[in-house]
Protein backbone atom coordinates (compact mmCIF):
# COMPACT_ATOMS: atom_id res chain seq x y z
CA UNK A 1 0.00 0.00 0.00
CA UNK A 2 2.98 1.89 0.76
CA UNK A 3 5.30 1.52 -2.20
CA UNK A 4 2.84 1.72 -5.24
CA UNK A 5 3.02 6.09 -4.53
CA UNK A 6 6.67 5.71 -4.29
CA UNK A 7 7.29 3.96 -7.78
CA UNK A 8 4.32 6.31 -9.18
CA UNK A 9 6.66 9.60 -8.32
CA UNK A 10 9.86 7.42 -9.63
CA UNK A 11 8.52 6.32 -13.04
CA UNK A 12 7.54 9.85 -14.22
CA UNK A 13 11.03 11.38 -14.74
CA UNK A 14 12.35 12.18 -17.90
CA UNK A 15 15.68 11.55 -19.57
CA UNK A 16 16.49 15.18 -19.50
CA UNK A 17 17.08 15.32 -15.86
CA UNK A 18 19.32 12.54 -15.84
CA UNK A 19 21.99 14.76 -18.44
CA UNK A 20 21.27 17.92 -16.10
CA UNK A 21 22.70 15.49 -12.95
CA UNK A 22 25.83 15.15 -15.16
CA UNK A 23 26.71 18.78 -16.29
CA UNK A 24 28.31 20.07 -12.49
CA UNK A 25 30.22 16.65 -12.40
CA UNK A 26 31.73 17.71 -16.00
CA UNK A 27 32.28 21.18 -14.82
CA UNK A 28 34.34 20.51 -11.76
CA UNK A 29 36.29 18.05 -14.41
CA UNK A 30 36.93 20.92 -15.99
CA UNK A 31 37.43 23.07 -13.27
CA UNK A 32 40.11 20.54 -12.28
CA UNK A 33 41.74 20.20 -15.38
CA UNK A 34 42.55 23.63 -15.84
CA UNK A 35 43.56 25.04 -11.93
CA UNK A 36 45.77 21.62 -11.49
CA UNK A 37 46.18 19.15 -14.14
CA UNK A 38 47.49 21.67 -17.09
CA UNK A 39 50.19 23.63 -14.88
CA UNK A 40 51.08 20.64 -13.25
CA UNK A 41 52.00 19.51 -17.11
CA UNK A 42 53.71 22.77 -17.75
CA UNK A 43 55.98 22.48 -15.13
CA UNK A 44 57.05 19.31 -15.73
CA UNK A 45 57.35 20.26 -19.58
CA UNK A 46 59.71 23.28 -18.64
CA UNK A 47 61.51 21.15 -16.11
CA UNK A 48 62.15 18.22 -18.56
CA UNK A 49 63.19 21.34 -21.09
CA UNK A 50 65.92 22.55 -18.61
CA UNK A 51 67.10 19.07 -17.40
CA UNK A 52 67.95 18.60 -21.36
CA UNK A 53 69.69 21.57 -22.11
CA UNK A 54 72.27 21.00 -18.78
CA UNK A 55 76.07 21.61 -19.82
CA UNK A 56 79.50 21.35 -18.55
CA UNK A 57 80.28 24.71 -16.13
CA UNK A 58 76.41 24.66 -14.94
CA UNK A 59 75.68 25.88 -11.37
CA UNK A 60 73.25 23.56 -10.30
CA UNK A 61 70.95 22.77 -6.87
CA UNK A 62 69.39 19.47 -6.59
CA UNK A 63 66.60 18.11 -4.60
CA UNK A 64 68.59 17.46 -1.71
CA UNK A 65 69.83 20.81 -2.11
CA UNK A 66 73.73 20.21 -2.41
CA UNK A 67 75.03 22.96 -4.53
CA UNK A 68 77.60 22.10 -7.33
CA UNK A 69 78.99 22.99 -10.71
CA UNK A 70 78.29 20.45 -13.60
CA UNK A 71 81.57 18.79 -14.86
CA UNK A 72 80.28 16.59 -16.88
CA UNK A 73 77.07 15.24 -18.66
CA UNK A 74 77.43 11.56 -18.95
CA UNK A 75 74.55 10.29 -20.52
CA UNK A 76 70.43 11.07 -20.96
CA UNK A 77 70.04 10.18 -17.30
CA UNK A 78 72.82 11.05 -15.15
CA UNK A 79 75.52 14.06 -14.63
CA UNK A 80 78.81 14.36 -12.71
CA UNK A 81 78.70 17.47 -10.43
CA UNK A 82 81.68 18.34 -8.16
CA UNK A 83 80.06 19.75 -5.24
CA UNK A 84 84.00 20.84 -3.36
CA UNK A 85 87.27 20.87 -5.33
CA UNK A 86 88.45 17.51 -5.89
CA UNK A 87 84.96 16.48 -4.76
CA UNK A 88 82.95 14.88 -7.36
CA UNK A 89 79.47 12.87 -7.56
CA UNK A 90 77.30 10.98 -9.85
CA UNK A 91 73.77 12.39 -9.80
CA UNK A 92 70.25 11.55 -12.05
CA UNK A 93 69.37 14.39 -13.81
CA UNK A 94 65.87 14.33 -13.07
CA UNK A 95 66.93 15.66 -9.54
CA UNK A 96 68.29 18.53 -10.03
CA UNK A 97 66.05 21.71 -9.59
CA UNK A 98 67.16 24.58 -10.51
CA UNK A 99 70.07 25.81 -13.17
CA UNK A 100 71.41 28.85 -10.68
CA UNK A 101 74.18 30.50 -13.31
CA UNK A 102 74.04 29.44 -17.14
CA UNK A 103 77.50 29.13 -19.06
CA UNK A 104 77.70 30.54 -22.57
CA UNK A 105 77.59 27.97 -25.38
CA UNK A 106 81.25 27.52 -27.25
CA UNK A 107 80.43 29.24 -30.24
CA UNK A 108 78.70 32.78 -28.08
CA UNK A 109 82.21 32.63 -26.22
CA UNK A 110 84.34 32.80 -29.37
CA UNK A 111 82.52 35.62 -31.31
Request: charged share 25%.
Amino acid sequence: MFASPAYAQAAGGSAAGGIAGFIPIILIFAIMYFLMIRPQQKKMKEHTAMVKALRRGDQVVTQGGVIGKVTKVKDDSEVEVEIAPEVKVRIVRSTIVQVMNKTEPAEAVKK
